[in-house]
């Protein structure tokens, strides 16, 4: 995959410039426009400000990276959050802040990984894409990525305001890794059910600063190895043996993400625990998520979910299965599993109360 810096054209530097911003355009709806024939096709990044004329007010200085193929975000895979990654950080100290432009179909798992991979962080990454195309006349893609950049920009005692990676659609910004994409025909695309917006943006922008993560006084580091042998099994009612043995035995695997009902609650059926504890004594992690997207897993709280609790099922508390997914990936990727054991359960970018 190629990667490509761009000057922008129209977009001067000037002296009196208030932050510098890095702007990676990875694709999406958001930056679709008409070929000759009508047809649907990225456009050209560098022509951002005939479609966005006030990007020039802003008083920024951008750096621009774009994907050279950019890509609908169903095709994303870890190779390309390696990438983001590593321009976020190759160009981190020159930055004041990063905003990420991608496909919002895949963009919870994008925030979710960066979260877990830029460990550190005392910048803002914020991710925002659109539901329209920029070229459409009623287009989302305007707004989200003023207020992006102005976010992606934003000081208070020369600090930046919201130190983490976040997503900012629809007028509100909520913690990356609590995202959830929830709505494909609306302009209101994410929800964080389990933790409150970061900010919500009005005639002015208004910071939950109570909600935003501290920045951690270490230096920015960044951890680029995925291990992807894991599997998500939804359970349901009526699901059978075979499927969840097919799953269970698939070779190489790592950890499986369990969605459960409710508060973590699965059925007792025996042939069920005795596949889960098989599969946790040959090392493979297992962890309770809720196919709710409110509240919190806790296991032992009824019956159902006991007999998961005894055999070493850990608990994902209030992670969101995108969350839970890429932390395993980046933790598999540089820890035992051992630690991993121990690590997942516990709070590293803000992605589960404890
Ligand atoms: N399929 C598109 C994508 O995720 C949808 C969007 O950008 O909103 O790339």
Known sequence: MKIKQI?????????????????????????????????LIPFDFSSIVEHLPTIKNLGLAFSVFTFETPIDSSNIRPEHWEVIGKIIFDNYSSHD???????????????????FMLQGLNKPVVLTGAQLPIIDPRS??????????????????????????????????????????VESMQFDAFDSGNYPPLAKAGVKIDYNQAAIRKPDNKPVSLLTNF??????????????????????????????????????????????I?????????????????QCPGGMVVQG????????????????????????????????GQYSVEACREMIEQDIAGELTT
């Not at 499927?243 to 499986?256: I, M, Q, S």
């Not at 019956?303 to 890429?326: P, Y």
Request: proline share 3%; aromatic share 6%; glycine share 8%.
């Open 7 to 39: 000057e922008v054209s129209g977009v001067h530097a000037t002296d009196n410039v208030r932050a510098r911003v890095l702007i990676i355009y990875t694709g999406g709806t958001f930056g679709m426009t008409h070929d000759k024939s009508g047809a």
């Open 97 to 115: 802040g990063f905003v990420v432009l991608h496909g919002t179909d895949t963009m919870a798992y994008t925030a979710s990984a960066l979260s």
């Open 140 to 181: 989302d893609a305007r707004e989200n990525l003023i207020t992006a950049l102005e976010i992606a920009a934003a000081k208070l005692n020369g600090q930046a305001i919201v130190p983490e990676v976040c997503i900012y659609f629809d007028y509100e910004l909520l913690r990356g890794n609590r995202s959830k994409k």
């Open 227 to 272: 291990n992807t042998n894991i599997a998500i099994l939804k359970l349901f009612p009526g699901i059978r043996e075979p499927v969840v043995r097919a799953v269970l035995d698939t070779g190489g695997l790592k950890a499986v993400i369990l969605e459960t009902y409710g508060s973590g609650n699965a059925p007792t059926s025996p042939w069920l």
């Open 274 to 290: 005795e596949l889960l504890a098989k599969a946790i004594n040959s090392d493979i992690i297992i962890v309770n998520v809720s």
């Open 301 to 332: 709280k009824y019956e159902t979910s006991k007999e998961l609790k005894r055999i070493g099922v850990l608990s994902g508390a209030d992670m969101t299965t995108e969350a839970a997914l890429t932390k395993l990936m980046v933790l598999l």
